[in-house]
């Protein structure tokens, strides 16, 4: 049986793939990759179609999605043309190497792309570590509110994630499902 909710992302070195996998891990989704060519799985317009909530991922590169996310983005157009997401939930997050990075004009697109399908969108819902004690291990470090924001630096590996920021992930996925089951 296919989850209620589909993570469709993209990812270039395999982080934003590890933030996708934490975000299913806590919400149950069901991981859709968008390939470099930039399409989706046989079966994934079909889970989207069948999704009840729908999470989009993107790294952030040069301050926007990566070119193969912006083409599914641009294919979604036949969905959008009859309102095939309309009402179903949405939230998004992105991964880049710098702490700020322009991460938040990602969200933004995300954002648009859920708001020009008339979906309804879910933010963090968490409060920021942001007092002198915190650490960079600590949950939402990054202080994001629209939606994930996770950092890894250019020359880490997928492994070398920060593990707050991947608990960030999880607690955000499951956000999402609690927002899945009370908006049922």
């Known amino acids: 049986m296919t989850s209620p909710i589909s993570i469709v992302f993209h990812s270039g070195y395999g982080h934003t793939a590890k933030v996708a996998q934490a975000v299913a891990q806590g919400s149950g ?6 390939n470099e060519q930039g399409e989706l799985p046989p079966e994934g317009w079909d889970s989207l179609a069948a999704s009840r909530a729908i ?3 993107s790294p952030t590169y040069m301050g ?10 641009d294919t979604s157009s036949a969905v959008w043309a009859r309102q095939g997401w309309k009402d179903k939930l949405a939230a998004g997050f992105t991964n880049s190497a710098g702490i700020n990075g322009d991460k938040l004009s990602t ?3 995300l ?18 570590s942001n007092a002198k004690a915190s650490a960079r291990d600590d949950v939402n470090y990054l202080a994001s509110f629209a939606g994930l924001m996770t950092a890894t630096p ?4 997928p492994d070398e994630m920060v593990a707050g920021d991947l608990e960030t992930a999880r607690l ?3 956000r999402i499902a609690d927002s899945v089951r009370r908006l049922g």
Request: proline share 2%; charged share 5%; hydrophobic share 55%.
């Open 111 to 128: 954002f648009t792309l859920s708001q020009q399908h008339a979906m309804l969108w879910v933010s963090t819902g968490m409060m920021p």
């Open 107 to 109: 969200l933004h697109t």
């Open 55 to 57: 999470v989009f991922g």
């Open 154 to 157: 250019a020359d880490a590996t």
């Open 172 to 174: 955000f996925g499951q």
């Open 64 to 73: 926007s999605v990566s070119w193969q996310f912006k083409k599914f983005m």
């Open 29 to 34: 989704a069901t991981l859709l990759a968008i």
